[in-house]
């Protein structure tokens, strides 16, 4: 007796649980050979490792989103697995086998194209917030430099605004300042004519009535000038008070726009920029202990093509089931499964057939014995009651003329009782 006539290959439960993974019937896998097992249980392996990466990647993303709560990431991160898991379990099962061959021809892929497009789409969802987490460092580096320009920013557009609103105290000041040395001028003059007068250089010399006359004078241009003084220093400690109040209020804003956390958008943008450039910064020559102009030291370059490799990685993860499944060669388990469609498609009345039309291309005819052999069933049933109902009523009528000839009084009887009425 040959021992490979009823061939089966034990399965373990887990193996059972991929192959519901990758859409397979596993009551026909029981009976395949085990290269069909590998096959079915790698492509729902596949599907499982998607779905997980859809957890982590919710999990993180809403991490990031809830700063944290655990109570709303853990669920969240589950019910997008779940969506993720039946979406690939959907788009593996409904895929065809394609031609059978390794390879996957034109057709096969233009087949094959809304299922990949489904599947890139959702390798995009995925990667993103996974892509977040792998390039946290460099993400922060990039935050932190784009706070400091923002800082700076938001300091400056401080300073102008109260500038701006300060500008006729400034105007006021600068009058004052002007003011102030013009009396000073005036005052010198008044103080050197006092002088004159004391040394004798005006030709009269000696302390006499035009020396106190012009010392009057100089003491009133001196009251005038401590007094614009006195002014000019309220107006400076205004000042001065207005620029200790804008140098807090630029602290704060510079404060506040550090310290500020980046978001889940935020680190999407900052990768972004990661991928668009590098980062280059001033030349600085240690001779001269000065910044050379025009030119710039790149630190590092764009990261395009990192950023793009994991992306990639993520999404050939994703479509990789469909891929495969189309590349796979025909086994055991192919063929038993459409003898095993065949009949139960036999057993429910649906024969298929094959025929070449003028351009020797095959085309299926399916046909529906079920709801024909019902059709004419029931078409039968009527056509035979038909024929009971006129026979019937073709009996009772000779029946009835027969009782006529017998017993005509009967019904003239009865005519003449229904004129009466």
């Known amino acids: 007796m040959n021992e490979h006539v009823d061939y089966q290959v034990k399965s373990s439960y887990g193996n059972q649980f991929l192959w519901w993974c990758a859409g397979a019937d596993p009551q026909i896998l029981k009976y395949s050979s085990n290269s069909d097992h590998v096959k079915y249980a790698g492509i729902g392996g596949v599907v499982l490792a998607t779905a997980v990466l859809a957890f982590l990647s919710m999990g993180f993303a809403m991490h990031i989103i809830f700063d944290g709560r655990m109570l709303v990431t853990i669920p969240v991160a589950l019910v997008w697995a779940v969506i993720i898991f039946n979406l690939d379990r959907f788009i593996v099962s409904s895929t065809g086998k394609g031609d059978g061959k390794e390879g996957m021809g034109f057709f096969e892929s233009i087949n094959a194209l809304p299922r990949l497009i489904m599947a890139v789409l959702i390798g995009f969802c995925i990667s993103a917030p996974l892509e977040t987490y792998i390039f946290q460092k460099e993400i922060q580096r990039e935050w932190q430099l784009s706070m400091d320009q923002l800082a700076l920013s938001k ?186 469609n065949q009949i139960l498609e036999t057993k429910q009345g649906i024969s298929i057939e094959h025929v070449k039309n003028e351009h020797k291309k095959i085309t299926k005819f399916k046909t529906n014995h079920n709801p024909n052999r019902i059709i004419k069933i029931i078409e039968r049933q009527n056509q035979r009651e038909l024929e009971n109902a006129i026979e019937a009523i073709d009996t009772f009528a000779e029946k009835e003329k027969q009782d006529i000839k017998e017993n005509p009084e009967k019904y003239i009887k009865d005519s003449d009782e229904s004129d009466k009425a």
């Open 155 to 340: 300091s400056y557009e401080v300073l102008q605004a109260e500038n701006k609103h300060q500008s006729e105290n400034i105007e006021e000041y600068e009058q004052k300042k002007q003011e102030v040395k013009e009396q000073e001028i005036i005052y010198q003059k008044a103080n050197d004519e006092v002088n004159k007068e004391m040394n004798g250089e005006s030709g009269r010399g000696g302390d006499g009535p035009e020396t106190r006359k012009k010392e009057k004078i100089r003491d009133i241009e001196l009251k005038k000038l401590d007094e614009l003084r006195a002014q000019l220093a309220i107006l400076e400690k205004s000042r001065s008070d207005n620029k200790d109040k804008i140098k807090k209020l630029q602290d704060s804003v510079m404060k506040e726009t550090k310290e500020l956390t980046p978001g889940f958008l935020d680190q999407i943008m900052m990768l972004e920029r990661l991928s668009g450039h590098g980062k280059s910064v001033p030349k600085f020559d240690p001779s001269t202990n000065q910044i050379v102009k025009g030119q710039e030291i790149e630190i590092f370059g764009s990261a395009f093509w990192p950023i793009w490799m994991v992306r990639l990685l993520f999404m050939m993860l994703e479509i990789a089931p469909v891929l495969l499944k189309l590349m796979l060669v025909k086994g055991p388990y192919d063929y038993m499964s459409e003898n095993i």
